[in-house]
């Protein structure tokens, strides 16, 4: 039954392969697919986020559901220590030795993925601010023909605890309304990394996910665009996001980093990341 299922997915075509623009990266674990379904965590210097975060996953049995993977964009912190990730349950890791940031990871570990055959993806960053709980959930949708799902915090059942109200503010009456705006679904929580989308979503040419444009954190702000003009199905899911009281783990610089996710907001709503037809 599983067969004939997998035999119906989307291929991908040697020639379509040879087009996708991949950054280099070094597979430093993998010990084969297990599960249709993959959760994919992009990190850099997690430190102890990442180990807290893969020991709710393992108490929420995730491994037993999905093969978890993940996709280093070259921590220098020693955090991922190969025999303690394969304790926690982990099947895959992935270190980016190309250049770019999130977009150029997300990238390596999409590629790497759709190669091995996943039905469908779920990301989740790894500085253990997402609740795992919802992972279960997000599959449970791919499995019932849903293409995208976005983790929302602020929808009925969703958790914002100590979000920084400047970002809030950004999320709420910037970001989220103009890709509702311009992508004609509503979205409430679009800077999210904590998604989940089908394999013949990423598989689509009109999306060409595999371009060097994408190396910061343009594939966020163009897929929420994207994906609905192109007609696939999408869904918000209720979720929890907790920031540590104080300190505030991001990657985003305070002032450089948020004008630069304006610009690949602008840029994503007025289609300049979209495919030449």
Known sequence: MRMTKMNMLPNISPEARADWQVPTFDTRLWVGRKHPWC??????NEGERISSQL????????DGI??????????????????PLQQQGVRGLLVKTGPGKLSAQLRCGYAFALDQG???IVSIDG????????????IDALKQGVDFVQASRFIAGGVAENTPKSRDFAIRFIHAPMLSLFSGFRWTD???GFR?????????TKIALFRDLFMTYELLAYLSYRAPKLGYRCLELPTTRRYPKGEVPTKISSVKGNLSLLQVLFRACFGSYNPND
């Open 39 to 44: 959760v994919m965590i992009p990190v850099i």
């Open 55 to 62: 020991s709710k996953m393992a108490a929420l049995n995730i």
């Open 66 to 83: 999905a093969d978890i993977i993940i996709i280093d964009g070259g921590s220098t912190d020693g955090s991922l220590g190969l025999e």
């Open 118 to 120: 996943y039905e469908g």
């Open 127 to 138: 500085n253990d601010k997402d609740d795992p709980e919802a992972i279960r959930r997000f």
């Open 190 to 192: 679009t800077t999210q």
């Open 196 to 204: 989940a989308y089908s394999r013949k979503m990423l598989l689509d």
